[in-house]
């Protein structure tokens, strides 16, 4: 077997805040000895999530077992994932930042699953996956990702099972979305016009909400230089927790900046 040194493109106040939140673990539980010091589990975790590499292979270049690998990261990506903030957080922030709107958005992270898997398969982006929504502010800023539901609802389906609309409502926003979202609330979720031959005003309409959602781009950029959200090798269950994971390490690293 070969080995060789790799680095990740992440800040060590990142690494840091990590191993911190490792070491209040194993006080709070009475861990007395591991394999892997808070450090080394933290790199391992964060190199696992940014590389997306087989968890077998990382393994192998800290020394570890694959099963011991498992353990680690499943531990370390749970602690993180309940640092992420619900939605209520999320718009609470953006109403008491001044915010006036939020941007609303979602994803696909890719699942390994094959074609009797048809729960799973998103007709729009012909893939299986897991359904993410996400909502950022007016600078595309992530605020908060859901959890992951069946690739094959559809945004606006999505949207109305984490009651987007009504605690938009609930904090006196509304948001921009794009065209997968019409037939949501239109007084709370605003999309563009369809069609072609438009009016001039919906056209003008149209660029202004383009100019104002543009941002909105950034949030999904950010998350998908997280690897492990390309192609999730894992059970579709753990893919809630993984992405919010991915959201707290991603506001780590915007805070080290």
């Not at 602690?79 to 209520?88: D, E, T």
């Not at 939020?102 to 729009?124: E, F, M």
């Not at 941002?215 to 950010?222: D, I, K, L, V, W």
Request: hydrophobic share 40%; proline share 4%.
């Amino acid at each position: 077997m070969l080995f060789y040194p790799a680095a990740l493109p992440l800040s060590t106040p990142t690494l840091n805040r990590v191993a911190a939140l490792i070491r209040g673990h194993r006080k709070t539980i009475g861990s007395r000895w591991r394999v892997l010091d808070p450090g080394a589990q933290a790199l391992l975790t964060l190199a696992y999530l940014h590389k997306g590499e087989r968890l077998r292979d990382l393994a192998a270049g800290f020394g570890i077992s694959a099963a011991t690998a498992w353990r680690r990261t499943r531990e370390t990506i749970a602690l993180l994932a309940a640092r992420a903030p619900g939605i209520r957080d999320a718009l609470h922030h953006a109403k008491q930042a001044g915010a006036a709107f939020v941007i609303l958005d979602g994803t696909l992270a890719h699942i390994d699953r094959n074609q009797t898997d048809r729960p799973y398969y998103s007709g729009k982006h012909k893939r299986h996956g897991m359904n993410l929504q996400a909502i950022a502010d007016g600078q595309g800023n992530l605020l908060w990702i859901s959890g992951a539901i069946r690739g094959s609802i559809h945004d606006t389906a999505a949207a109305r099972i984490w009651q987007i609309p009504r605690l938009l409502a609930e904090f006196d926003l509304f948001a921009l979305g794009d065209k997968g979202y019409e037939g949501l609330d239109k007084d709370l979720v605003a999309t563009p016009f369809r069609g072609r031959g438009k009016p001039e005003w919906q056209k003008d309409y149209n660029r202004l909400h383009a100019r104002l959602r543009g941002p909105g781009e950034r949030m999904f950029a950010q998350l998908k230089k997280w690897s492990i959200l390309d192609q999730l090798r894992c059970d579709p269950a753990r893919a809630t927790q993984i992405a919010k994971a991915v959201q707290v390490l991603n506001d780590y690293e915007h805070r080290s900046s």
